[in-house]
């Protein structure tokens, strides 16, 4: 029987730079019932099996509406629609079909082939534009002077966002971000900040709606705003803003994670980093090895609609279900030797972008953009030397990353 306080120490800051022997100790028990009544699934057949069950609720917006939280207005629910208390607005990662299947299905229909890859070369163009603005530094930091700026900027170009609008958007993300941690949500402050960032960014987002209804442009936004043809569903104004605001929080800090996991990955194995940089064909299989040894999404919380039995396990109706994506990325019984960095191995099926009806709409741009900045910062780095080893670590455990990614370097080529 494993320790049922395992899942508070993973959310302890003090686990942050290393939770995955916590995640070992975890998986002996594949659903271990914790202290707090939550439940842990942490190996990947129980994750995977979850993540296909009707039984699962992702209309869970931490704490969701449950008499515990005492303040059920503060979750994400557009404006006026707050009054009558409903889920109705959510952003559809929040949401059960058939409203999370309508919403993402017109959110499919404007990932056109040609917006991802005219995305793809800009991501290219932008990297080496924000490496020559640093080249002859002594020191680089992958967080602040290339993970940030680059999915921002991507995320609001595909939206339709306006340039200059683009600052406000990196604090408005940090902050949505949070409503991903199930600690941060459970302090009512914390909350209700979440909640008025929230706020003005739907204000925000509302007027550009109106802008594009009045004036489409070739962008994402415009595209949803004016419907996309007799096949594809039209999104009322509040589930726009929702959806809006969801993409640029979905699509941000986690690609930050990623490109930041992904080079402390590669410094701590120089000889991959050397061959990255003598072949950069070999950026695709190292970013679905670091999606699955180094997450950025290290979990995601579900509810239970029904008592369901499984592995030995009854999680009785109501409870709250952690899926702990990272822990079964490293389940030895999916993958041989899981602790080790290995980009050559083939048919892994990491859960780094989820699985199911959930499965993360944005995994070919954050695998462009993660590429882009991949095979730059290892072509163009002169003898970069990490600062710190481990590095300092943001609160986050369900949104895992560094801080910062401080180097030192012989200047950028
Ligand atoms: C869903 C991870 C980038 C948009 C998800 C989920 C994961 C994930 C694990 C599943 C959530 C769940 O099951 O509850 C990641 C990672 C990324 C990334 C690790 C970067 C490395 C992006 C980008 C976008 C995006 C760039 C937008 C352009 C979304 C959306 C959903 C989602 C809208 C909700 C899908 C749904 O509910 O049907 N992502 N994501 N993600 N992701 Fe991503």
Known sequence: MSDATLFEQVKDEANRADPYPLFARLRETPVS????????????????????????SSETLPPADRPKTGNPVSDWIVKPIRDRITDAHRPFIF???PDHDTLRKAVMHEFTQKRV????ARSHTLVDEILTKHAGSGNFDVVDDLAYPLPVTIICELLGVPTQDEPKFHGWATQLATALEPDTMADEEARAENSRTFETISDYMSGLIKEKRRDPKDDMLSGLAVGGGPDVPKIGDYDLIATSVLMLVAGHETTVNLITN????????PDEFARLRDDPTRAPRLIEEVQRYDPPVQFRTRRALTDIAIAETTIPKDSDVILLLASGNRDPAEFA?????????TGTRHLG????LHYC??????????????TALARRLNN?????????????????????????????R
Do not use: C, N, W
Request: no cysteine; hydrophobic share 40%.
């Open 361 to 374: 709409v944005g995994a070919p741009l954050a695998r462009f953009e993660a590429e882009a900045a991949l």
């Open 95 to 97: 949401r059960d079909p």
């Open 33 to 56: 019932r914790q202290s707090d009544g939550t439940y842990v699934a942490s190996t990947h057949a129980a994750i995977t099996s979850l993540l296909h069950d009707p039984r699962i």
């Open 337 to 345: 030797e899981p602790d080790r960095f290995d980009p050559d191995r």
């Open 262 to 269: 992904a080079m402390l990955a590669l410094l701590r194995h």
């Open 117 to 120: 890859q005219a995305l793809r």
């Open 384 to 412: 970069p030397r990490l600062a710190a080893d481990p590095p300092p670590y943001r609160p986050g455990s369900a949104l895992r990353g560094p801080k910062h990614l401080r180097l030192s370097i012989d200047g950028i």
């Open 353 to 356: 972008f989820g699985g199911g």
